[in-house]
């Protein structure tokens, strides 16, 4: 079946390390996304990548960093300059990423990964 | 600027009654709706759409959206609830032009016995 994996379910680190949150997705999608969640607040979006090789940044980028070299995969790092990392992540893909050129917009989402920084 | 609304953060509802989510959207370009599902400790699961054509959307589970462009509105409607739609629904809006969608805040829908 296809579908976006996410990984780890749950993760926990220490203050001030690096962490990398997998996102791995079969369905042949050219758009993949990072989306941070926490309570009350919906969804924000991290970074987003509509090609190989090139991101941009979304709404609350600081502290993330994110590599897109293959399409399959979106790797998203929590870096130690988030200044409050712990939230739940999601990770998104879909067909095309410009909303203007085709109706195939919606985004397919990952199970999500629990990040907590202790 | 664009952006999306729900107007409320929660919703208690008794089983079997209809209930309304309601979602607004502030837009001066063309754009498509959806709504999503999420439940707890999951990824979002896509309940409806609208692209274009016929204001009112029927999707999975017995939800259904119409879409009001006088008014900006994408309400999502279910006339007899279940315990199982217990859930966090998120109204999601992509404006032309733009290459990401916009989600509201949420909306909790509590169906109790």
């Known amino acids: 079946d296809g579908g976006i994996t996410q990984s780890p379910k749950y993760l926990f680190r220490k203050e001030g390390q690096n962490v990398t949150l997998s996102c791995e997705q079969n369905l042949n999608h050219d758009a993949m996304y990072w989306y941070r969640q926490d309570p009350g607040q919906g969804l924000r979006l991290i970074y987003y990548?509509?090609?190989?090789?090139?991101?941009q940044k979304g709404d609350i980028a600081e502290g993330y960093s994110v590599s897109r070299e293959k399409k399959e995969s979106f790797p998203l790092t929590v870096t130690s300059a988030q200044k409050n990392p712990t939230a739940f992540y999601l990770c998104a893909s879909s067909k095309r990423g410009q909303a203007a050129m085709t109706r195939n917009t919606e985004a397919f989402f990952g199970q999500g990964t629990r990040l907590t920084v202790v | 600027a664009q952006s999306v609304t729900q107007l409320d953060s929660q919703v208690p509802v008794f089983e079997e009654a209809p209930v309304e989510l309601r979602c607004n959207y502030s837009s001066s370009v063309s754009v498509y709706l959806f709504w999503y599902v999420q439940y707890p400790n999951q990824g979002l699961q896509l309940l409806l759409k609208?692209?274009?054509?016929?204001?009112l959307v029927k999707g999975i589970n017995g939800f259904e959206a119409e879409f009001n462009k006088s008014q900006t509105s994408f309400h999502l409607r279910k006339p007899s609830v279940h315990i199982s739609d217990t859930a966090e629904y998120f109204c999601a809006v992509s404006f032309s032009g733009y290459s990401t969608l916009t989600f509201g805040k949420g909306t909790m829908l509590l169906v109790s016995p």
């Open positions: 990548s509509q090609i190989v090789n090139d991101f």
């Open positions: 609208y692209l274009s054509g016929s204001t």
